[in-house]
C-alpha cells in the first residue's frame, strides 16, 4: 500500500489475501463516498490471493460496485503472477494502466 501512495495512487489495503465483510462493507462505503462506487483490487498475485480476490469481486458485485480485478496470474499474458501490490513499480504501473 505504500509502494502504491509513493507512485500517487490512492489505496487501502486489507492486509490480507481474504477481505472480512466488515471490511468490505468499508471500502464499499468508501468507494460509494469517494470513488463514484469503484473499486479496483489487487490482492496478491497467486493462489490464495486469486481465491480473496473472487470472494471480493462476488461481494462488491453484489453491493452494485463498479469493480475490477488490476492483475491475476493470467491477466498481461501472465507478467504479474507471483507479485505482491507492494512490490510494483512505476514500469508496473504504466503496464497496468494501459
Same mark, same amino acid.
Given at each position: ?6 507512485? #500517487? ?8 489475501? @481474504? ?9 464499499? +462505503? /468508501? ?6 462506487? +469503484? &473499486? ?8 490464495? #490471493? &486469486?481465491? #480473496? ?5 462476488? /461481494? /462488491?458485485?453484489? @453491493?452494485?460496485?463498479? &469493480? @475490477? ?12 503472477? #507471483? ?6 513499480? @512505476? ?8
Amino acid at each position: 500500500m505504500v509502494g502504491l501512495d509513493n507512485l #500517487g495512487i490512492p489505496a487501502l489495503g486489507i492486509m490480507s489475501n @481474504r477481505m472480512t465483510d466488515m471490511q468490505g462493507e468499508k471500502i464499499a +462505503r /468508501f468507494a460509494k463516498q469517494l470513488a463514484s462506487a +469503484r &473499486v479496483n483490487l489487487m490482492f496478491d498475485c497467486e493462489a490464495s #490471493g &486469486v481465491e #480473496g480476490a473472487k470472494e471480493a469481486l462476488w /461481494f /462488491f458485485a453484489e @453491493r452494485q460496485i463498479d &469493480v @475490477r480485478l488490476v492483475w491475476s496470474p493470467a491477466i498481461h499474458s501472465g507478467a504479474f503472477s #507471483g507479485k505482491q501490490p507492494e512490490s510494483i513499480t @512505476r514500469a508496473d504501473l504504466e503496464m497496468l494502466i494501459q
